[in-house]
T-cell receptor, first 111, second 114 residues
Framework: QKEVEQDPGPLSVPEGAIVSLNCTYS??????FMWYRQYSRKGPELLMYTYSSGNKEDGRFTAQVDKSSKYISLFIRDSQPSDSATYLC???????????FGKGTLLTVNP | AAGVIQSPRHLIKEKRETATLKCYPIPRHDTVYWYQQGPGQDPQFLIS???????DKGSIPDRFSAQQFSDYHSELNMSSLELGDSALYFCASSLGSFRYNEQFFGPGTRLTVL
């Protein structure tokens, strides 16, 4: 079993929809939770970072972490075609800060 | 703002050849991470360096080696290449290794082994 599980999709939504992306994890040592966006053939770009449990909002993006359930979410409001990309959850913790990624969810927002 | 630079961007090699990938971190960043992303896969951590010393090692084959130089750039050396080494190799840099700091990713080097 992978340490981080993420439904790879693909997920297709109409423009303006609310998108919900989720990951579950098994390693209790994870304390830092990130969401990266990756366009095709590009490097991952950090969207949101959350430490421990809680919510964080940045514009149209909201990240939620529930450590008791080992479950994290990313919500995208008023989705735009430019949001079409692969969204990767990533986590780190313990004595180093290497990232453990989920498989990524391919999102397409249709105009 | 300056970003992480990786070279070359694309590399084609034959089986059993060697390859060297280079990473130039963001200025003043002292930590470098290498990740391998196979087709349709999530990035897998290979190795990291902090202040020119190896700080952690992941699923890096013995055929691979890496180092960080005095100017903080890093090189990933890959020998006896196999077909399965074909992947996108990312370098990320951050400031400091002993607390969380955002890892900034480079554009990646796409290695194709024929």
């Amino acid at each position: 079993q992978k340490e981080v599980e993420q439904d790879p999709g693909p997920l297709s939504v109409p423009e303006g929809a609310i998108v919900s992306l989720n990951c579950t994890y098994s390693n209790s040592a994870f304390q830092y939770f990130m969401w990266y966006r990756q366009y095709s053939r590009k490097g991952p770009e950090l969207l949101m970072y959350t430490y421990s449990s809680g919510n964080k909002e940045d514009g149209r993006f909201t990240a939620q972490v529930d450590k008791s359930s080992k479950y994290i979410s990313l919500f995208i409001r008023d989705s735009q075609p430019s949001d079409s990309a692969t969204y990767l959850c990533a986590m780190s913790g313990g004595s180093n800060y290497k990232l453990t990624f989920g498989k990524g969810t391919l999102l397409t927002v249709n105009p | 703002a300056a970003g992480v630079i990786q070279s070359p961007r694309h590399l084609i090699k034959e089986k059993r050849e060697t390859a060297t990938l280079k990473c130039y971190p963001i200025p003043r960043h002292d930590t470098v991470y290498w990740y391998q992303q196979g087709p349709g896969q999530d990035p897998q951590f290979l190795i990291s360096f902090y202040e020119k010393m190896q700080s952690d090692k992941g699923s890096i084959p013995d055929r691979f080696s890496a180092q960080q130089f005095s100017d903080y750039h890093s090189e990933l050396n890959m020998s006896s290449l196999e077909l399965g080494d074909s992947a996108l190799y990312f370098c990320a840099s951050s400031l400091g290794s002993f607390r969380y700091n955002e890892q900034f990713f480079g554009p990646g080097t796409r290695l194709t082994v024929l």
